[in-house]
T-cell receptor, first 118, second 113 residues
Framework: GAVVSQHPSWVICKSGTSVKIECRSL??????MFWYRQFPKQSLMLMAT?????????EQGVEKDKFLINHASLTLSTLTVTSAHPEDSSFYIC??????????????FGNGTRLTVT | GQQVMQIPQYQHVQEGEDFTTYCNSS?????IQWYKQRPGGHPVFLIQ?????EVKKQKRLTFQFGEAKKNSSLHITATQTTDVGTYFC?????????????FGQGTILTVHP
């Protein structure tokens, strides 16, 4: 149980284009999903917290207009990297907790999306 | 800035040797979780510690949570090549919103056969 599916697994795009990444909870409802960014051999940096039916909460230093997050349903959150540039190339991972209102719940991660901007 | 520090950054061991990674926070943690990320993969939840001084074991893995709930450790006995990967601790700092975890930098473990 608690499977999180992320799509696509990898994407190559040209500078200036936008890329959408989907994160789905397959067998549970995720009222909250989290988007992380990870550089090679580095830690996971939280970008934003995605709340179903409301605006996402962004971490300090993360551009809201560049990384658009939508959480339209209890099983789907999307991250759109707008006007991508080479410096946006990274590994993006979503995660979700499946237990509502419990800060003890573990995170279940998607497989991640490796974005390369040329 | 980073509020959960993890050391060492890298650890190379011979198969059969033990391995330990340490996690420290400047503030008290509500709980701490440990994750393993295989090369090219995504983090996978290993365990969660909540109580002060808590010790949990999973086969060859032993997890500890400090008495002050500011530090934690993961110890692997007699490493195997399947243990290769990056081990992350992740703590919920006092006062943070529900679900938000702060990850340590991770320890990259390499096991030589």
């Amino acid at each position: 149980g608690a499977v999180v599916s992320q799509h696509p697994s990898w994407v190559i795009c040209k500078s200036g284009t936008s890329v959408k990444i989907e994160c789905r909870s397959l067998d549970f409802q995720a009222t909250t999903m989290f988007w992380y960014r990870q550089f090679p051999k580095q830690s996971l940096m939280l970008m934003a917290t995605s709340n179903e039916g409301s605006k996402a909460t962004y971490e300090q230093g993360v551009e809201k207009d560049k990384f658009l997050i939508n959480h339209a349903s209890l099983t789907l959150s999307t991250l759109t990297v707008t006007s991508a540039h080479p410096e946006d190339s990274s590994f993006y991972i979503c995660s979700a907790s499946w237990v509502r209102n419990s800060y003890n719940s573990p995170l279940h991660f998607g497989n991640g999306t490796r974005l390369t901007v040329t | 800035g980073q509020q959960v520090m993890q050391i060492p950054q890298y650890q190379h061991v011979q198969e059969g040797e033990d391995f330990t990674t340490y996690c420290n926070s400047s503030t008290t943690l509500s709980n701490i979780q440990w994750y393993k990320q295989r090369p090219g993969g995504h983090p996978v939840f290993l365990i969660q510690l909540v109580k002060s001084g808590e010790v949990k074991k999973q086969k060859r893995l032993t997890f500890q949570f400090g008495e002050a709930k500011k530090n934690s450790s993961l110890h692997i006995t007699a490493t195997q090549t399947t243990d290769v990967g990056t081990y992350f601790c992740a703590g919920r700092l006092g006062g943070t919103s529900y679900g938000k975890l702060t990850f340590g930098q991770g320890t990259i473990l390499t096991v030589h056969p």
